[in-house]
């Protein structure tokens, strides 16, 4: 792979990790400040999940990269159930806790999802500046 290609996913994960994690914090502080103490708490716990996931899916796609290709097939196939083990094992845990709001956590879990469709709405509506490129 392309020394251009993972310096531009290298980017792109530290852009789109940065502005969830704002986005997460700010819906979060001020779901806490303004609304109920579980909505605020779920929120924030679902956005740690979305980061979290996230993360792991960008450490499977460099750890990926350098494989051939069957060895890359064994390789996601097991990162792939121990991240939705991590996933689950967190979710539970705010299913089962009372002042965790379980439909807050839910939205919080696509706080990434929410970063990139509205980095790609805007480039391609032209607010930013930037042309979209796909």
């Known amino acids: 792979m392309s020394e251009y290609v993972i310096d531009s996913f290298r980017s792109f994960v530290r852009n789109t ?6 986005l997460g914090a700010f819906l979060g ?5 303004f609304g109920t ?10 956005s740690l999940v979305s980061l979290l996931n996230f993360q792991l899916m960008a450490a499977d796609a ?7 290709s069957k060895a ?7 990162r792939y159930f121990l991240r939705y ?11 089962t806790r009372t002042d965790f709001n379980i439909f807050a956590a839910f939205f919080g879990v696509f706080t990434v ?3 990139i469709i509205g980095e790609k709405l805007l480039a391609a509506s032209g ?4 042309e979209s490129k796909g």
Do not use: E, H, N, W
């Open 113 to 115: 999802q929410a970063v």
């Open 127 to 130: 607010i930013t500046g930037r």
């Open 17 to 22: 990790r940065k502005k969830a994690l704002l």
């Open 62 to 68: 460099f750890g990926m990269a350098d494989k051939p």
């Open 29 to 33: 502080i001020i779901l806490l400040i």
């Open 85 to 95: 083990a991590i996933l689950f094992s967190a979710l539970a845990l705010i299913v």
């Open 72 to 78: 890359a097939k064994k390789f996601i196939l097991f």
């Open 37 to 46: 103490k579980s909505i605020g708490f779920g929120y924030l716990c679902g």
